[in-house]
């Protein structure tokens, strides 16, 4: 079954305490991406990789790390969160050059609470 | 400046009737605009794909239509059912397909 797989799907934490989102994928897609999601605002991204050892910063990168270091793993790691880090994460895949229809396959989401 | 505008914000309907959502956007240069459903707590998932040469695609009882020179598209949903309650996102995508924009959504809640 394709998948993307995102971990934890919840976690509350405190300011400063370093964390890490995994995110994993079984459908070998070449572009994977971060997302935050808040009320009212909609999805916006963070970070975004066209395919191992390349990243690029989306829209909100400030406050985020992301490492693409196997096709399949692409962790949101967050050095130092602060409240207003408090959101919703998807992680979304999809194909690369030619074979890309825009079509995004998301994770399950993970909520993160920083106190 | 690169907008994708949804409306309306929420909306409520009862069971068995019809609706249609709202999507407007300024997106350049236009690659598609895909219609994406998400249920509480989990993530988006694709409902159907429009292009710039396609005005019409059903996908059972969702509709969506595109007019490319008005940059505007619409999302029909027909008799609901209560499984239809979800946020439904609109997303445009850029020239090559990598740039996305979303909208906000517009929640959908329909009641018996």
């Known amino acids: 079954e394709a998948q993307v797989t995102q971990n934890p799907r919840y976690l509350i934490t405190v300011t400063g305490k370093k964390l890490t989102v995994t995110c994993s994928q079984n459908?070998?897609?070449?572009?994977m991406s971060w997302y935050r999601q808040d009320p009212g605002l909609g999805l916006r991204q963070i970070y975004y990789?066209?395919?191992?050892?390349?990243?690029d910063k989306g829209d909100v990168p400030e406050g985020y790390k992301v490492s693409r270091k196997e096709k399949r793993n692409f962790p949101l790691i967050l050095e130092s969160p602060s409240p207003n880090q408090t959101s919703l994460y998807f992680c979304?895949?999809?194909?690369?050059?030619?074979?890309?229809?825009?079509?995004?396959?998301f994770g399950e989401g993970s909520r993160l609470t920083v106190l | 400046k690169n907008q994708v505008e949804q409306s309306p914000q929420s909306l409520i309907i009862l069971e068995g009737k019809n609706c249609t959502l709202q999507?407007?956007?300024?997106?350049?240069?236009?690659?598609?605009l895909r219609w994406y459903k998400q249920d509480t707590g989990r993530g988006p998932v694709s409902l159907t794909i429009?292009?710039?040469?396609?005005n019409t695609k059903s996908n059972g009882r969702y509709t969506a239509t595109l007019d490319a020179d008005t940059k505007q598209s619409s999302l029909h949903i027909t008799a609901s059912q209560l499984s239809d309650s979800a946020s439904y996102i609109c997303?445009?995508?850029?020239?090559?397909?990598?740039?996305?924009?979303f909208g906000a959504g517009t929640r959908l809640f329909v009641k018996a």
């Open positions: 979304a895949t999809h194909l690369g050059g030619r074979r890309n229809t825009g079509e995004l396959f």
């Open positions: 459908m070998n897609h070449e572009y």
């Open positions: 990789s066209m395919n191992v050892e390349v990243t």
């Open positions: 999507c407007n956007y300024t997106v350049s240069p236009f690659s598609n």
């Open positions: 429009m292009t710039f040469s396609e």
């Open positions: 997303v445009v995508s850029r020239g090559g397909g990598f740039k996305t924009i």
